[in-house]
C-alpha cells in the first residue's frame, strides 16, 4: 500500500524505476540537456556529489553508452563523492572531498592533464526546515562546487548546480556571473513547483584576468580589506535577477497520477550503498536522542583517494 501510494503521488519516482533510473533526479539533468543541449558531443565530464548516481547514470547514457566500442575510450565521466555508489558503465568513482585541491588534481590526472568540457552537481545538505538556513547552506554547497569547477573546467566549458532560491541567493549569483558569460535559472518539470529548488546553468566559463583559483568561500581571507571597508554602516544589498527557463513536461511533479488496478510496484533499480545517515539510523534503533547526545566521525582515511573505473553496472 505503501509504495502504491508513493507511485501515486510521485509521478517521477514511478517513471525512474520503470525506466531503469536509479534516481528520480536524473529527469532533472535529462530536462536540462533536453533544453540547453548540455551533453551534445561532449567526451569529459565531473558529476560532484555524486551519490547515488542519478547523474552520472545520465553522463553515461548520453555520452558513453551511444558511441561504438572504439569511442567510447575518448569518453572520461568522473563522479566524485565522499559516499561510494553502485558501478556504472563507463563512469570512474573518486570517493574524496570537493573542497580540498588534491581532488582538483586527482581529477585534472584522470583526464590526462586536460579539463573538463562540463562540470555538474546536485549536491544538497539534509534539509531541516529552515528555509533560510537550508538556503544558506545550499549556497555555500554551491559554492564549493564552483570552487572547484574554476580548477578543473576548460575555457568555454559548461556548469550546472543546485540552488535554493532565497534572499541571500543573489550573491551566489554574482559569482557565477565572475565566471561564465551566459548564467541562467533553471526550473525543470521534475522539480515540484512547490519547491524553493532550482539549478544554475552556467555556460562559457572565462577565467578573470588575474584570478587565481581558490575556495570562494574564503576567498575573503586573501583580501580582508575588501571584505571589511564597510563594516560600520549599513550597505545596500545587491540584487541580481537572472533570465529564468522552465521545462514543460506533459507531467506535473506537484500532482498525483492514478494507477491501473493490477499495477505491481517496482523496487527502486539502486538503493545507495552508503547513505549518510545510515550509521545514524543504526545507532538510534536502540536508543533515543531525546535523552542522549549522538556524535557521528567520519573517518577520511576509510575513504580511498584512488579511483576506481567501473566495468559493469549492477543496476
Not at 550573491?171 to 524553493?196: E, H, M, T
Not at 574564503?218 to 521545462?247: C, N, Q, Y
Not at 552508503?274 to 549522538?294: G, H, I, P, R
Request: with cysteine; glycine share 4%.
Amino acid at each position: 500500500m505503501g509504495k502504491a501510494s508513493k507511485d501515486r503521488r510521485d509521478i517521477f519516482y514511478r517513471l525512474a524505476k520503470e525506466q531503469g533510473w536509479r534516481a528520480r533526479s536524473a529527469f532533472k539533468l535529462l530536462q536540462a540537456d533536453e533544453t540547453f543541449n548540455l551533453l551534445e558531443g561532449l567526451t569529459r565530464a565531473v558529476d560532484l556529489c555524486a551519490a547515488p548516481g542519478g547523474w552520472s547514470q545520465v553522463l553515461s547514457k548520453r555520452m558513453y553508452e551511444p558511441r561504438s566500442e572504439k569511442d567510447r575510450e575518448q569518453v572520461k565521466i568522473i563522479a566524485v563523492d565522499m559516499q561510494g555508489m553502485a558501478p556504472i558503465d563507463g563512469v570512474t568513482q573518486l570517493r574524496a572531498d570537493i573542497t580540498k585541491e588534491s581532488t582538483a588534481e586527482e581529477i585534472i590526472n584522470f583526464f590526462d592533464g586536460k579539463k573538463a568540457e562540463l562540470v555538474v552537481s546536485d549536491g544538497a545538505p539534509d534539509v531541516t526546515g529552515l528555509h533560510d538556513w537550508d538556503a544558506y547552506m545550499q549556497a555555500d554547497l554551491l559554492l564549493s562546487a564552483l570552487s572547484i569547477a574554476t580548477y578543473i573546467l576548460e575555457e568555454g566549458g559548461s556548469f550546472m548546480g543546485k540552488v535554493y532560491r532565497a534572499a541571500n541567493t543573489s550573491n551566489v549569483y554574482l559569482q557565477l556571473q565572475r565566471f561564465f558569460k551566459d548564467v541562467c535559472l533553471f526550473k525543470p518539470s521534475a522539480s515540484r513547483s512547490s519547491s524553493i529548488e532550482a539549478f544554475v546553468v552556467c555556460r562559457q566559463f572565462c577565467m578573470p584576468e588575474g584570478h587565481v583559483p581558490c575556495n570562494l568561500r574564503m576567498e575573503w581571507f586573501d583580501k580582508p580589506e575588501e571584505a571589511l571597508k564597510d563594516i560600520s554602516g549599513k550597505t545596500e544589498r545587491t540584487v541580481v535577477h537572472l533570465p529564468f527557463v522552465a521545462h514543460e513536461c506533459e507531467y506535473d511533479a506537484d500532482l498525483s497520477y492514478e494507477i491501473d488496478a493490477n499495477y505491481i510496484p517496482q523496487e527502486a533499480v539502486q538503493k545507495p550503498l552508503t547513505a549518510a545517515y545510515q550509521e545514524v539510523l543504526e545507532k538510534t534503533k536502540t536508543m533515543s536522542l531525546k535523552y542522549n547526545s549522538y556524535v557521528v566521525y567520519h573517518d577520511e582515511e576509510a575513504s580511498s583517494s584512488e579511483p576506481s573505473t567501473s566495468k559493469k553496472c549492477n543496476a
